[in-house]
């Protein structure tokens, strides 16, 4: 009698066509990310939620999830960052979206032989001394940054982006995981 119910489902309605149009737009992204899943490729922006075209045509992937195609696994948390003194890429981008504490990430691939690239720079200035930022990264089980020391690898430079590149990755279980 007072219409409450026909505005719940009005506005309801609305919220759902406003989502069916977000996704809408978005569809060119997905069918190009399903396009470079079917071949092998991926390119994940970490921690960005949004896809992205980089200048030079190279497309990357919403962070996520794994979800059975590819995602991070484990504790996840993400923060965006300045990038206005970015030096050394072409690409500012991609290191302005940071996934840090997580355990690794996973992509479903066929079996073969594959290249990893990883665009990194240190997060947190305060931290930004010797042996702070040092790790190792595993690809498959085996070593591909055999404990890096960010800041000895950027020269001491903060705002340096690195990019680090690693072929001949075998894959023969159908998945790669980077830890």
Same mark, same amino acid.
């Given at each position: 009698?007072?219409?409450?119910?026909?505005?719940?489902?009005?506005?309801? +309605?609305?919220?759902?066509?406003?989502?069916?149009?977000?996704?809408? !737009?978005?569809?060119?992204?997905? *069918?190009?990310?399903?396009?470079?899943?079917d071949?092998?490729?991926y390119?994940?922006?970490? $921690?960005?939620?949004? =896809?992205?075209t980089?200048?030079?045509?190279? =497309?990357? =992937?919403? /962070?996520?999830? +794994? /979800?059975?195609?590819?995602? @991070?696994?484990g504790?996840?948390?993400?923060?965006?960052? /300045?990038?206005?003194?970015?030096?050394?890429?072409?690409?500012p981008?991609? @290191?302005?979206?940071?996934? @840090?504490s997580?355990e690794?990430?996973?992509?479903?691939l066929?079996?073969?032989?594959?290249?990893?690239?990883?665009?990194? !720079?240190? $997060?947190?200035?305060?931290?930004?001394?010797?042996?702070?930022?040092?790790?190792?990264?595993?690809?498959?089980?085996?070593? =591909?940054?055999?404990r890096?020391?960010l800041h000895?690898?950027?020269?001491g430079?903060?705002?340096?982006?690195?990019k680090?590149?690693?072929?001949?990755?075998s894959? /023969?279980?159908g998945?790669?995981? *980077?830890?």
């Amino acid at each position: 009698a007072s219409n409450q119910f026909a505005e719940l489902t009005r506005v309801a +309605f609305s919220r759902r066509m406003n989502q069916l149009l977000e996704k809408e !737009k978005n569809i060119t992204n997905y *069918i190009k990310r399903q396009q470079m899943i079917d071949k092998g490729q991926y390119a994940v922006n970490c $921690g960005s939620p949004t =896809f992205y075209t980089a200048p030079d045509g190279k =497309f990357f =992937f919403p /962070d996520q999830r +794994f /979800d059975g195609t590819y995602g @991070y696994f484990g504790k996840y948390d993400s923060i965006t960052r /300045d990038i206005s003194q970015m030096k050394g890429t072409d690409l500012p981008e991609l @290191y302005k979206t940071e996934a @840090y504490s997580l355990e690794g990430y996973k992509f479903k691939l066929p079996n073969g032989t594959y290249k990893v690239v990883m665009y990194m !720079k240190a $997060g947190f200035s305060p931290n930004f001394k010797p042996a702070v930022y040092r790790f190792t990264v595993m690809a498959n089980g085996k070593p =591909f940054l055999n404990r890096i020391d960010l800041h000895e690898v950027s020269g001491g430079d903060f705002n340096k982006a690195l990019k680090f590149e690693m072929s001949g990755i075998s894959v /023969d279980n159908g998945e790669l995981v *980077i830890k």
